[in-house]
């Protein structure tokens, strides 16, 4: 299985920092306490995107708080490092991809990350080009230089799945992975590739730059697909089974802020989260994603997502057979 040099590499200096942390005090880092009437709590989150309204919602509307969290969000910048975090008990909770905690659980970690709760069920990038094209198909990417994804991530993985469900195979299109995460949009307004696979807000910044134009949504043309989850360690739900609870109920109810509101009052909610985009850009881009069906109105990880999530890995090359389903997602705190 080929689950990324650097991924690997991170996650297992954060098991050796982990285990020296047991040694020297005789328990794990969690940096969850109690903070009054509030438990304290770190949530790691892969990137910071418009893309997880919902986790905002819950946030700004002291969904948290009422449920007696006092929540500190970290950004990680990357499913490599937010897993580190995770593991290294830098983080009580992290939320990232799905496919961090099967890589960690495949490389042997003995308190391997654990899924409880699923936020996204569609990739939420899209494809820019740097002219429009109305009747866009993905056969038009054969031969054309794509600026793409990390090897092993999500964003990559979809973006390959959608090529296989077109009958196109990935040698086929001239893919450049060497761009880091977010600096792929500042490429492509510099002249590289032909088209991009952007996250929002860069892709609306593109069309409004006139450096650009969405030709394709790969939420849509994935279908449903488990983009994002939370997850904690075995060990800390073991022993903080009222803080998942807790945090659970609390993005239930950000769920259903953002299925019952339109975009307009969700954008409202949430700019205190991106001062640095315009109300306008943000209603855009919240009203993009919720007509896609962007997110789930639950967040119960069934094991039929987890299996299309295997399929995905097991196609890419990432992962060589199906784990447990069991060992890797609980439903307990949704039910």
């Not at 994603?289 to 962007?294: G, L, M, V």
């Not at 295997?310 to 060589?320: K, P, R, S, T």
Request: with cysteine; net charge negative.
């Amino acid at each position: 299985m080929r689950t990324g040099k650097k991924l690997t590499a991170l996650l297992l200096a954060a098991v050796m920092l982990f285990s020296m942390t047991v040694l020297v005090t005789g328990c794990g880092s969690e940096k969850s306490q109690n903070n009054g009437d509030k438990t304290h709590v770190v949530l790691n989150e892969v990137a910071h995107s418009i893309f997880y309204a919902p986790m905002y919602v819950a946030i700004e509307e002291g969904y948290f708080a009422e449920e007696g969290l006092d929540v500190e969000l970290v950004t990680g910048y990357g499913a490599d490092k937010t897993m580190t975090a995770l593991l290294s008990g830098e983080a009580d909770i992290g939320f990232m991809g799905a496919e961090a905690t099967i890589y960690s659980y495949a490389e042997g970690m003995e308190d391997s990350a654990v899924n409880f709760a699923q936020l996204t069920q569609r990739a939420g990038n899209f494809l820019v080009a740097r002219e429009p094209i109305e009747d866009f198909s993905w056969d038009m990417l054969k031969g054309k230089d794509v600026l793409g994804g990390r090897a092993g991530g999500m964003p990559e993985m979809v973006f390959e799945y959608i090529l296989s469900k077109n009958n196109i195979d990935k040698s086929e299109v001239n893919i450049d992975q060497s761009i880091d995460f977010g600096s792929t949009a500042a490429a492509f307004s510099g002249g590289q590739g032909e088209f991009t696979v952007e996250f929002e807000p860069h892709a609306t910044s593109l069309e409004l730059k006139g450096d650009g134009y969405v030709v394709a949504s790969l939420g849509e043309a994935s279908g449903y697909v488990p983009y994002t989850s939370f997850s904690a360690r075995k060990s800390y739900i073991e022993k903080n089974p009222e803080v998942i609870q807790a945090f659970t109920n609390a993005l239930q109810k950000g769920m259903d802020y953002c299925a019952e509101h339109t975009p307009e009052e969700i954008a409202k909610v949430i700019s205190p989260q991106f001062a640095e985009t315009d109300t306008e850009t943000l209603e855009i881009i919240v009203e993009r994603y919720a007509a896609q069906d962007t997110w789930k109105t639950d967040p119960a990880f069934e094991k039929e997502a987890f299996d299309l999530l295997q399929n995905i890995l097991m196609d890419a090359g990432e992962l060589d057979k199906a784990l447990p389903y069991e060992e890797l997602v609980t439903t307990e705190f949704v039910k």
